[in-house]
Nanobody, 118 residues
Framework: QVQLVESGGGLVQPGQSLRLSCTYS????????WGWYRQAPGKERELVAR???????TYLDSVRGRFTISKDSAKNTVYLQMNSLKPEDTAVYYC????????????WGQGTQVTVSS
């Protein structure tokens, strides 16, 4: 099993920055990708950013250029640097790890609230 713990959420004003952290632990051998998802009230959960084991990157169009996903394997941590935050970025952000063995299994953190408001 893989355990994920997010931190770094909070309340910020538009234009400000936050960095989310996700520390993962457990059986990690078959983890192939890590991601950040978000879900706003009344909306579907959406992929914000993803980084694979070989460092391929994927971003939601609306955050590309503002958000950066990265990982530090030595610290078992994945980060989401969020700059130039907008009110529409307000959501619960979830860390994700994708395990691939015979099939795909996704693991999720508990979520951290990000609120962007003036």
């Amino acid at each position: 099993q893989v355990q994920l713990v997010e931190s770094g959420g909070g309340l910020v004003q538009p234009g400000q920055s936050l960095r989310l952290s996700c520390t993962y632990s457990g059986r990690l051998f078959n983890i192939r990708a890590w991601g950040w998802y978000r879900q706003a009230p009344g909306k579907e959960r959406e992929l914000v950013a993803r980084i694979t084991r070989d460092d391929s990157l994927t971003y939601l169009d609306s955050v590309r250029g503002r958000f950066t996903i990265s990982k530090d394997s030595a610290k078992n941590t994945v980060y989401l640097q969020m700059n130039s935050l907008k009110p529409e970025d307000t959501a619960v952000y979830y860390c994700n790890a994708m395990e691939v063995l015979h099939s795909v299994v996704d693991y999720w953190g508990q979520g951290t609230q990000v609120t962007v408001s003036s």
